[in-house]
């Protein structure tokens, strides 16, 4: 039986500038916000754009990246997975849920339209992948024992 598929591609214009914070423990964290569109037609049959907005966390590296390169309308392609957090608010005691994307990788692929001047601005020509997991190295993989001749082709 299997176990079950979580996973998310998102393509979107970034909604404002991420909040960057720091864990106790010193990991960086970056959250923000990111519209995609979708045309619909509405009950009179013309067509309309219907935007969602989704909230993004990511960690580490990829969070870094964020501070550095993405800013209000920066469009990304993004891949993650959908996780929920639950907490008691204090003040009224409800159990509060928020449901968001957890950032495994981001695909910068420009700014927002009109151009900015200074940091962050990309054009649609420079694209910039991060991954946030971490590739296995060579020497995870030098006691396998596969040489040339097991290969068939």
């Not at 519209?35 to 590296?61: I, M």
């Amino acid at each position: 039986m299997a176990k079950g598929i979580n996973k998310v591609l998102l393509l979107g214009n970034v909604g404002k500038d991420p909040e960057i914070r720091s864990t106790a423990g010193g990991m960086t964290v970056a959250s923000f916000t990111l519209a995609t569109a979708d045309r619909q037609k509405d009950a009179q049959g013309n067509w309309a754009d219907k935007t969602e907005w989704h909230n993004l966390v990511c960690f580490q590296r990829t969070a870094e990246v964020v501070r550095d390169y993405v800013k209000k309308g920066t469009q990304l392609f993004i891949e993650g997975k959908i996780q929920t957090r639950s907490w008691d608010d204090k003040e009224s005691g409800q159990k509060r849920y928020k449901t968001e994307i957890l950032v495994n990788e981001l695909t910068l692929l420009g700014s927002k339209s009109g151009g900015e001047s200074g940091g962050g601005g990309y054009s649609k020509s420079n694209t910039a992948s991060y991954d946030q997991r971490t590739p296995a190295s060579q020497s995870d993989y030098a006691d396998v024992g596969i040489t040339d001749d097991d290969i068939p082709f």
